[in-house]
């Protein structure tokens, strides 16, 4: 129904207790808290593993933001082949695997081959048992050397992933930079197509040339 005339509110239902319905966050410092002894609790608990996966780096979809980088869910299959780590042992060494993500560039897998490596360097994985020693777990003057030093809570600190300024992204390619054939490479562009537009007027004019030619012989 529209308003009209003296601008009157219609039908006005004001008397439906909405104090019982609305709900406030007075508790936020409270929770800010609680959430900050519950990250200290379970890095405590977990240590000297730290609290997060190692994930891959992945391209932002869409081509809005693809020029950016984040973490993606988890690496995939041939990654973790080039690397030469077994997918069942990836994900219980902090790394995280996604079968259904695929590579689509070099650029994206030799990334991450080269991020899982250097993970793996960095690991130090502690036997299960006291006295059973297994080929993938660390040595002992590494465990020993690790147990005095600083123990990493989070892997995105060793491991960032970090996007490029836009100012070093951008930058202007000088003459001399470029390579054999790449100077005045938008004449020849010109070029091509021009001749790529003019192939059928030349062989006409060529065929009625040659007409002309062979004709005058005789």
């Known amino acids: ?3 009209k005339h003296n601008q009157q509110i219609q039908h006005n239902h ?3 207790d909405w104090q019982r319905r609305v709900r406030v966050h007075f508790d936020q410092p409270g929770r800010k808290h609680r959430r900050r002894e519950a990250r200290l609790h ?14 891959p780096v992945v391209r932002c979809p869409s081509i809005k933001y693809n020029r950016r980088v984040r973490a993606g869910r988890g690496f995939t299959l041939t990654e973790l082949k080039e690397a030469g780590i077994p997918r069942k042992f990836a994900s219980t060494i902090g790394i995280s695997v996604d079968p259904r993500r695929a590579n ?5 897998l030799s990334a991450n081959v080269a991020r899982l490596k250097a993970y793996r360097e960095r690991l130090i994985l502690f036997p299960r048992r ?3 020693h297994k080929k993938t777990d660390s040595s002992k003057e590494e465990v020993e050397g690790h147990k005095e030093g600083k123990t990493v809570r989070k892997t995105v600190s060793v491991l960032p992933i970090e996007n490029i300024a836009r100012a070093n992204a951008i930058g202007e390619v000088s003459k001399s930079e470029m390579g054999e054939g790449e100077s005045a490479a938008y004449r020849r562009l010109r070029d091509a197509r021009s001749e790529a537009r003019l192939v059928g007027v030349r062989e006409k004019r060529a065929k009625a040339k040659a007409d002309e030619a062979q004709a005058s012989k005789k």
Request: charged share 30%; glycine share 4%.
């Open 1 to 3: 129904m529209t308003i």
């Open 14 to 16: 004001f008397r439906k």
């Open 42 to 55: 379970k890095a405590a608990a977990v240590a000297p593993r730290p609290v997060d996966k190692l994930r």
């Open 104 to 108: 689509l560039s070099m650029e994206s």
């Open 130 to 132: 006291v006295g059973q």
